[in-house]
């Protein structure tokens, strides 16, 4: 399995940044795709996944109503939009994926990942 983020980079507070992620080695039915994210100094975190299979989404509480998942089945990636980003979503992001959903909000539970990507984001 190899999963290959990209779109990180530098952006003004309020400003938008899409990531994707490129997943390819299996077919991924049944798999939960996830976006974690790990500041400085701090435990890697959940920030949002998506079911492949059926595309149901969840979110961390900090990033509801600002970052949206979603997947291309036909291309096989996972994309994050992020909107109205703030000084606190500067972190390193990555793309995981996990077989199953039951513990998609756990950052630990993921059996794959991609190398990830930085986003910062300025005040």
């Known amino acids: 399995v190899q999963l290959v983020e990209s779109g990180g980079g530098l952006v003004q507070a309020g400003g938008s940044l899409r990531l994707s992620c490129a997943a390819s080695g299996r077919t991924f039915s049944g798999y939960t795709m996830g976006w974690l994210r790990q500041a400085p100094g701090k435990e890697r975190e959940f920030v949002a996944a998506i079911n492949w299979s059926d595309g149901s989404t969840y979110y961390a509480d900090s990033v509801k109503g600002r970052f949206t998942n979603s997947r291309d089945n036909a291309k096989n990636t996972v994309s994050l939009q992020m909107n109205s980003l703030k000084p606190e979503d500067t972190a390193g992001y990555s793309c995981?994926?996990?077989?199953?959903?039951?513990?998609?909000?756990?950052?630990?539970?993921?059996?794959?990942w991609g190398q990830g990507t930085q986003v910062t984001v300025s005040s």
């Open positions: 995981a994926a996990r077989f199953g959903g039951r513990r998609k909000f756990d950052a630990r539970s993921y059996d794959y």
